[in-house]
């Protein structure tokens, strides 16, 4: 005899058919009664893309690279998203920054390029735990459905997020590093200012 | 003579110092360094990092050492009992020597080029404290070129007196040293005077942190990302046998070898290191062996016969029957 292996398997007789069963319109009335009185009930599902579902303010959706309060990019291509990314989706290019630029990138090193392929990516959010800059954040925003597998892997122009449209991720700030920002004398909350002077902020 | 270093016991010859005796035992016990060198004559006795507890100084005087001494620095005597790890005091110590040592570095690692093979890092990471008590201005420096080839980053030198050594000892004419004393003390050129010598390359493998890097190799991408491997080329200089850092078939960096303890096998020449920047320039021997807690390891699967190896033997010692043999 097989081992059971859950309780829902079901004993299958070979139990003649009554005169009323032989009929089948009875069985095929219900059946229809079943469809008709679907029509009256709640639908589960909404008409997306026009309707949206509401969602956790923490799901983890297509990244963004955050620019700082001065509009710039406070990625600085350390490599540690990419360290602990298990999908290995995310590559990236080193830069020097160069004189002038400072309002641009926020550290003297920045990513030239920088490439996550959404193909891969399982939006577990490792990188935005391993990110020290508090650069990159994942974000309720749903990848697009393409067509071609190339346009997948996206690229510094669609994660950097623009500077006139920025993208609040503060509900994604956990107590720690709300109270980690709030200490001004930490590098990490200064700001850069154009007339060398070192202000504090908490962003 | 006989030492006990963590209840261990072991036989070393006369003038050996605490810190070989115990890296003859393994690297369990062995204090880390952050200055001690053992190529570089009259290195150590700076950072205090490895600092043991002498809790019987010798058979014939068994009164132990009323501080902790520097392990580098001291010889063993017979019968002499020594603690590191054992000792709760000594791990105590230590992390305070280390958040001494980090209270003017800039924690820039984002940006170094050190990172993931640094021992200010490591040695934070196993023996400091995950937050900072300093509440004062870091000092600050501009960045120097030494010659073309070195980049120096004072704000996250040590003063270990690594690469002073190097110069004094490996190559001829030194033309740096330390300036200044106390807080105020830095390495300086006599007047940013380049270094030009053939081995002058050497103090950036020295270097502990990352105040001494290769402007070659700058901001060229994360160690971790590299592949090292083991190569040689006939070279007149030096014995031509290095670590050359690869990404595809670029070579993105070359360095000396590095043992167990991170310290250079052979020095090699600048134009080794700098001048030989193709594939076809070197013969490779083959992957570098990186230890498995290192993060340059990353992504790397060398590893993964060796621990399949390891599963079956363990299976076949808990007397688990392979899958595919199964009925």
Redesign the interface.
């Known amino acids: 005899m097989a081992i059971q292996l859950t309780n829902r398997s079901k004993v299958v007789s070979n139990k003649v058919q009554t005169p009323m069963e032989k009929l089948y319109l009875p069985a095929i009335v219900k059946g229809m009664l079943i469809t008709f009185s679907h029509l009256f009930k709640k639908t589960p599902t909404v008409r997306y893309p026009d309707q949206l579902r509401s969602r956790a303010g923490i799901y983890r959706g297509q990244h963004v690279l955050k620019r700082d309060e001065n509009g710039a990019e406070r990625c ?5 998203c ?2 602990a990314c298990p999908a ?1 989706a995310i590559t990236m ?4 920054r160069k004189k002038g630029e400072e309002h641009l990138y926020r ?3 920045y990513a030239t390029k920088y490439e996550i392929n959404m193909l891969r990516c399982i939006f577990c959010g490792l990188c935005e735990e391993a990110c ?2 508090e650069a990159i954040f994942l974000t309720d925003r749903i990848v697009d459905a393409e067509y071609e597998r190339d346009t997948f892997i996206y690229g510094k122009d669609k994660l950097v997020e623009k500077i006139d449209k920025r993208i609040d991720v503060s509900i994604r700030e956990t107590k720690e590093v709300a109270e980690f920002k709030k200490i001004p ?1 930490l ?1 990490h909350n200064e700001l850069f200012d154009s007339s060398k002077q070192l202000k504090k902020g908490k962003h | 003579m006989k030492v006990t270093i963590d209840g261990i016991e072991i036989d070393v010859p006369k003038g050996t110092t605490i810190l070989q005796a115990a890296r003859m035992i393994g690297p369990e016990v062995a204090p880390p360094t952050m200055c001690y060198y053992t190529k570089l004559k009259t290195s150590g006795g700076y950072c205090r990092t490895c600092i043991v507890k002498v809790t019987k100084g010798s058979t014939q005087n068994p009164n132990p050492m009323p501080k902790p001494v520097a392990s580098c620095r001291t010889e063993v005597m017979d019968g002499m009992e020594v603690q590191n790890i054992t000792s709760p005091e000594i791990l105590e110590a230590r992390k305070g020597v280390v958040e001494f040592l980090l209270i003017n570095h ?6 170094c080029d050190q ?1 993931g093979e640094c021992k200010l890092q490591d040695l934070g990471y196993e023996h400091g404290s995950a937050k900072t008590r300093y ?1 004062f201005k870091r000092r600050e420096y501009d960045m120097i070129d030494i010659g073309d080839k070195i980049k120096l980053h004072m704000t996250r030198c040590i003063l270990c007196y690594r690469c002073v050594k190097t110069c004094e000892q490996i190559t001829d004419g030194r033309v740096h040293g330390v300036v200044h004393r106390g807080d105020a003390a830095e390495i300086s050129t006599y007047i940013a005077k380049a270094i030009d010598n053939e081995f002058s390359g050497n103090v950036i493998d020295v270097c502990p942190v990352g105040a001494l890097t290769d402007k070659t190799f ?5 160690v ?2 590299t592949k090292p491997v083991d190569a040689h080329r006939s070279c007149t200089k030096c014995s031509g046998k290095t670590r050359v850092w690869l990404k595809g078939d670029e070579v993105l960096r070359v360095t000396a070898r590095k043992d167990q303890w991170d310290e250079v096998e052979e020095f090699i020449c600048n134009s080794c290191r700098y001048d030989h920047k193709q594939v076809s320039d070197w013969v490779i021997e083959g992957p570098s062996k990186i230890s498995r807690q290192s ?1 340059i390891s ?2 790397h699967y060398e590893h993964l016969n060796e621990l399949k190896l390891q599963v079956l033997k363990q299976q076949k010692a808990l007397g688990f029957m392979p899958l595919d043999k199964r009925p």
Not at chain 2, 106 to 111: A, G, I, K, M, Q
Not at chain 2, 218 to 222: D, G
């Open positions: 600085t291509a350390c490599g540690m990419a360290v290995e290019e080193n830069g020097e550290e003297e090193k020290p800059k004398g590098k | 800039p924690l820039d690692c984002p940006v990172a509440e700058r901001f060229k991408q994360r971790w990302f993060v990353q992504n």
